[in-house]
């Protein structure tokens, strides 16, 4: 009787002073997690828009169908940013436009010729496909209808129509390569110009109030609203091929299988697919539109709305649970620390403070430029670490501040050894404090998880940000809602933890 | 040869020790002597200085100046916590830790110092005897129990290594009239069975009557006067003592 008892408070203090070691091996797995999933894969980046999502699509499933893994990381950016992660290796390929290449990479003022674009690439260990077939450059654009009634299929044409009305959008206005030259260049008569936003310019040309407008020659509301580009007869506006950007010390397999797609995917074709992209809400599919009506390979619908749950999930927790291991691991012991005052303990409790007003997108971009970091997981994992070490610093500090003045002699009077008082004294009667700061730190850092997309790290964040990016709140919701959920989840787990972890002589 | 007949049976020893904080002095320069196996009531009132003392001997803080000799051999820092676990401490609130249940709060100094599981259960059982506490109640937590449970367990503790000294700082402090005077009596047993060096400190002049064979009374950091408490009635060193025996004592007659 006296023997069970016994085995039974050594294992409820066996327990309590493995509370650190626990916590450390349940944040554990998501690192394993990580390396098995990310292990010699093909990563391929894009841009944030459509079309760049798509090619991204398309340049995943090539890869996979010549049996070589690849990930797909949506919407990590800009061009100096996708530009930047292929060069440090974080990324192996994006799709990219040769005109950009020209003015923002190479920032040549000449129009260069693909072969002269290809060496000064080669020099970053950088190189280039061949044109994938359209160029995205901007156009003019008109109803189809009125466009035949009137005879017009060139930009030349609309010298014939001075009464044509014209609305621009403002940015086009104002470029270099926009409206002034073009009337230079063209010798067009049009005084009937007005400055209009790009979405509303489709209604105004809808409805007629004006017949003449700026797009995008792949922009996918040519189709949708049955308009026709005008040939830029002069060769006015500078090319803007796709193409894809690779690191060259990519396996030579890799580079063949991205090579297949050169001159596969023409103006029309690319059109339609960032119409179907738009209407189903859903690049995979619209990438896989690609391959049934170009090489011809039937199957797969893509990943199920399940599947790509499961994964954002998964990534979510990863990134949320890695961080908060690193918080938990740094975090205690600097609250110990802390909690001894002096001007150590002002100093980590103001640190962390600091860290926490810093807001979270600008705490992102600090740490980009910093070469061990850049575009990466590594980024995200760092910042959610660091946002969630004060609530476990401050509470492990208060924790152990807060025990009486008489306990703790009493624990020295008895003879205790410092390591021993703190590990089956002071941290135990702290416990339920610390564990709150770590709960705390776990809905946290899994509501600001959502934010790694930015920076191309995955998560629930993705649908949300693809979502904004096409302005549809359904997709929105796939992201928020389960994001909520999850945190709910937490924060009833960490209730949970408590009641197993929290000695029961401090629940009684 | 009397001079060290009385070193011999001495088992504290404090030597012009003093103690001060930044805004006041705790404890003016004191000598005193510890007698072996008597029990030694220090008596005064608030901030009078006798818990400073009592906190100089457990070492949970350092004196000033002077020494501190624990049978026969110096307090240094090095030795400090070797020479706590041969003193047993019971404070007020009895200091038991809220986490543990009564028996690992108990057992816990003596698990560190590596007792056999058969040796802790036979010196649990003795102790559950001596202080009149059922063994039934080891499994719970402190708040489980009564306040004169807490301090009973919180003797055990205390005892559990068989210390030299056993310092008890207002133990029965906190308790209720009734389960004070039980604690009292048993405590007197305890201390006789064991002949036990003990050092009490209280403040109330009847509980130091009951228990001490020497009663040491300070005053403002120093001691007054120290002797049997017919020695402080009948030659006190003070006109303090007096005052304090008739204020102590105006109270119990109402």
């Known amino acids: ?508 | 040869m009397p001079a060290s007949l009385v070193s011999m049976s001495a088992l504290i020893r404090l030597v012009h020790v003093s103690k001060g904080y930044a805004d006041a002095t705790a404890l003016r320069s004191t000598n005193l002597a510890i007698e072996r196996g008597k029990t030694t009531v220090v008596i005064g009132p608030s901030g009078c200085g006798k818990s400073t003392l009592l906190r100089l001997i457990i070492g949970l803080i350092e004196p000033d100046s002077g020494s501190i000799e624990f049978d026969g051999a110096s307090v240094t820092a090095d030795n400090v916590a070797a020479l706590r676990r041969r003193i047993g401490y019971v404070i007020q609130e009895g200091g038991l830790f809220p986490h543990l249940t009564a028996r690992a709060n108990v057992v816990l100094m003596a698990r560190h110092v590596g007792k056999s599981q058969e040796e802790m259960q036979s010196r649990l059982l003795e102790l559950c005897e001596l202080t009149r506490f059922s063994d039934n109640l080891l499994p719970r937590y402190p708040v489980e129990l009564s306040g004169g449970q807490r301090q009973r367990v919180s003797l055990m503790r205390a005892l559990m290594l068989s210390p030299q000294l056993l310092l008890l700082d207002e133990p029965l402090g906190a308790l209720d009239p009734l389960v004070r005077a039980a604690l009292q009596k048993d405590l007197k047993e305890i201390f006789a069975r064991l002949r036990q060096t003990v050092l009490f400190v209280t403040h109330d002049l009847a509980e130091a009557i009951y228990f001490g064979d020497e009663i040491v009374l300070m005053n403002g950091g120093r001691i007054v006067q120290k002797g049997s408490v017919t020695d402080l009635r009948e030659k006190p060193a003070d006109p303090f003592v007096l005052e304090f025996i008739n204020a102590q004592r105006g109270l119990a007659s109402l």
């Open chain 1, 1 to 508: 009787m006296n023997r069970t008892r016994k085995g039974k408070q050594s294992s409820r203090s066996l327990l309590v002073s493995w509370v650190p070691y626990f916590l450390l091996i349940l944040s554990c797995i998501p690192v394993f997690l990580i390396n098995s999933s990310s292990a010699a894969e093909i990563v391929i980046g894009s841009k944030k828009f459509t079309e760049s999502y798509v090619l991204g699509e398309i340049a995943k499933r090539t890869l996979t169908e010549a049996a070589i893994p690849a990930e797909h990381r949506q919407g990590m950016g800009g061009t100096i940013i996708l530009w930047q992660a292929l060069r440090g290796g974080q990324i192996d390929a994006y799709p990219e436009y040769t005109g950009t290449i020209g003015q923002e990479i190479l920032k040549s003022d000449h129009a260069s010729s693909l072969d002269e674009i290809r060496e000064s690439l080669a020099k970053f260990g950088v190189g280039m496909t061949n044109p994938l077939g359209f160029n995205n450059t901007y156009a003019l654009v008109m109803r189809r209808s009125e466009a035949q009634r009137l005879g017009v299929r060139t930009i030349s044409d609309l010298r014939k129509h001075p009464e044509l009305k014209i609305g621009f959008t403002h940015e086009f206005l104002d470029r270099r390569d926009g409206w002034r030259p073009l009337r230079e260049r063209y010798a067009l008569p049009q005084q009937n110009v007005i400055g209009i936003d790009h979405a509303l310019g489709y209604s105004a040309l809808a409805n007629g109030s004006i017949d003449v407008k700026d797009a995008y020659s792949t922009d996918a509301k040519i189709e949708e609203n049955d308009l026709v580009a005008l040939e830029d007869d002069l060769h006015f506006f500078p090319n803007y091929e796709g193409v894809l950007l690779f690191r060259l010390n990519m396996s030579a397999d890799a580079i063949a299988a991205l090579r297949r797609l050169e001159g596969t995917l023409d103006e029309k074709g690319m059109t339609r697919l960032n119409a179907e992209a738009e209407r189903t809400k859903n690049y995979t599919r619209a990438a896989n539109l690609y391959f049934e009506s170009g090489a011809g390979s039937p199957n797969t619908a893509g990943e199920s709305f399940p599947q790509k749950l499961a994964r954002w999930t998964l990534r979510h927790l990863q990134l949320a649970g890695f961080s908060l291991m690193l918080s938990v691991i740094f975090g205690i012991p600097l609250g110990i620390v802390a909690s001894r005052g002096g001007a150590i303990g002002q100093a980590i409790l103001g640190f962390a403070s600091i860290v926490q007003t810093i807001p979270s997108l600008a705490l992102l971009a600090l740490l980009v430029p910093f070469p061990f970091f850049g575009i990466s997981v590594r980024t995200a994992i760092a910042a959610l670490f660091l946002y969630g070490l004060l609530p476990i610093v401050r509470n492990t500090a208060s924790g152990l501040q807060d025990i009486p003045r008489s306990l703790r002699e009493s624990a020295i009077a008895l003879g205790l050894s410092p390591i021993t008082r703190l590990w089956e004294i002071y941290l135990p009667m702290a416990s339920r404090s610390i564990l709150s700061g770590i709960k705390t730190s776990a809905v946290i850092n899994v509501g600001t998880a959502t934010l790694a997309a930015l920076i191309g790290a995955g998560g629930l964040g993705e649908p949300i940000l693809s979502g904004l990016n096409l302005n549809d709140h359904v997709t929105i919701l796939q992201g928020a809602i389960p994001a909520a959920l999850l945190a709910l989840l937490v924060q009833w787990f960490f209730d949970l933890l408590d009641r197993v972890l929290i000695p029961k002589g401090l629940r009684l």
